[in-house]
C-alpha cells in the first residue's frame, strides 16, 4: 500500500510539471509575439528549463524555499483585421457628370500675323553686249518695291501682279554679283558669269526722286537732233554695237515709285575711247516747278576696260523758277565738272 502511494505521488508531480512546462511554453510564447510590461523573454526561458529539470526525476522532491514560478494575468490579444472593402462590378452603371454649358461669352482668340513663307527665286543669264537678263520670281510678293544692286548700281524696281520681275541690267564685272532686296528686309542673290564686259565701256548717272537727269552722247561729232546723238529721247539699243553703228543708252528704275532711284547708262565700243573726237558725253537736266531754285544730287560710274572707276558725285545748282524750261548742261561729266546752262 505505501509502495502505491509513493508511484501515485510521482506520477501526479510529473503530470503537475508537464502542465506547468505547457503554461510556461504557452505564456513564452504570448510575452515574444505581444510584449509584458513585467517579465522579460530571458526569465521565461529560464523558468521553463528549471521546472523540466525539477520534473525529471520521479523521487525529486520540491523544496520548500525554492521559488515557483506563478503565471497569472495572460491575456491572448490578435490583431484586428479590417473588412475587406467591395469594388463596385465592372457591370454597374458609371454615373458620368455633365458641366453646365456656360452663358458667357467666350474669349475672343489673340489676332495673330503668321510671317508667309514665300519660295522666291531669281536667275540671272548673260547676253549680247554684255547684258544680264535678270529674273525674279516671288508668288506672294506682288506689286512690292524691290532694290536691285549691282556693283555700284542701284534702282528701285516693282514686281508684277503675279510677283514677278524681268528686268536687262548692264554687267559692270566680268563675275557679275546681283542682290534684289525687298521692303520687308529679305533678299535673294545670285551669280552670272560675262566674259564679254572687256569689249565695251560704260557710263551711268544715278540719281533719287522725280528729278530727271539725262545722258547725253554724241559719236563722231554729231550735234543734238543727228544721228549720232544717243539720248533717252533716241536711246537705240544692243543692235547698234553689234552692227557697229556705235553704242546704245538704258535706263532702269520705276520712275513711278516714290523717291526711287534711277539710273541711266551708256554702252559704246571700247575702240571709241580711244578714238580721237569720237565721242562727246554730257549730264543734263531740265529746269521744272519741281526742282527750281535747289539743287538736284547725282552720281556718275563709269567702267573702262573692264574695271569700274570709283563713283563721283555730281550736283546740279539748278536757277530760280524764271528760268523753267531751261536745261542745265554738266560737260564731261567724270573730268570736268563745270557747268554750262542753255
Known amino acids: 500500500m505505501s509502495h502505491k502511494t509513493e508511484i501515485m505521488t510521482a506520477v501526479g508531480t510529473l503530470a503537475c510539471a508537464v502542465g506547468i512546462g505547457f503554461v510556461m511554453q504557452s505564456g513564452e510564447v504570448a510575452e515574444l509575439r505581444y510584449g509584458s510590461a513585467t517579465t ?28 515557483v514560478l506563478d503565471v497569472s494575468g495572460i491575456t491572448l490579444t490578435s490583431a484586428e483585421v479590417a473588412a ?6 465592372r457591370q454597374e452603371p458609371v454615373d458620368i457628370a455633365t458641366a453646365l454649358i456656360s452663358s458667357l461669352e467666350k474669349p ?6 503668321p510671317q508667309l513663307v514665300c519660295p522666291v527665286k531669281m536667275t540671272v543669264e548673260p547676253h549680247a553686249a554684255a547684258m544680264v537678263k535678270l529674273s525674279l520670281t516671288a508668288p506672294c510678293m506682288q506689286n512690292e518695291r524691290v532694290t536691285v544692286s549691282h ?8 514686281t508684277s501682279d503675279t510677283g514677278g520681275l524681268d528686268v536687262a541690267v548692264p554687267a559692270m564685272s566680268e563675275r557679275a554679283e546681283f ?104 549730264v543734263e537736266t531740265e529746269v521744272t516747278n519741281k526742282n527750281c531754285g535747289r539743287e538736284v544730287e547725282a552720281k556718275a560710274l563709269k567702267l573702262v576696260a573692264g574695271a569700274v572707276l570709283p563713283i563721283k558725285a555730281l550736283s546740279l545748282a539748278v536757277p530760280g523758277c524764271d528760268a523753267i524750261g531751261d536745261f542745265l548742261v554738266l560737260n564731261n561729266p567724270l573730268q570736268d565738272l563745270t557747268v554750262a546752262s542753255n
Do not use: C
Not at 48 to 63: K, T, V, Y
Not at 108 to 113: F, N, R, Y
Not at 151 to 158: A, C, I, R
Open 40 to 67: 522579460s523573454v530571458e526569465n521565461i526561458k529560464a523558468q521553463s528549463a528549471l521546472s523540466l529539470e525539477r520534473a525529471a526525476p520521479a523521487d525529486l522532491e520540491i523544496a520548500n524555499d525554492e521559488p
Open 84 to 89: 475587406p472593402q467591395i469594388l463596385p462590378s
Open 108 to 113: 475672343a482668340a489673340p489676332e495673330t500675323h
Open 151 to 158: 556693283n555700284g548700281l542701284q534702282f528701285t524696281e516693282t
Open 179 to 282: 542682290s534684289v532686296a525687298f521692303a520687308n528686309g529679305h533678299s535673294v542673290d545670285a551669280i552670272a558669269q560675262v566674259p564679254g564686259v572687256a569689249l565695251y565701256d560704260r557710263v551711268a548717272v544715278q540719281w533719287q526722286g522725280a528729278d530727271t537727269v539725262q545722258i547725253h552722247a554724241r559719236e563722231f561729232g554729231a550735234s543734238y537732233g543727228d544721228a549720232g546723238h544717243v539720248w533717252a529721247g533716241a536711246a537705240r539699243d544692243v543692235s547698234a554695237v553689234v552692227d557697229g553703228r556705235g553704242g546704245f543708252l538704258t535706263r532702269h528704275g520705276d520712275s513711278s515709285a516714290d523717291d526711287g532711284l534711277m539710273i541711266e547708262v551708256y554702252t559704246y565700243p571700247s575702240e571709241l575711247t580711244a578714238a580721237q573726237n569720237a565721242l562727246e558725253l554730257s
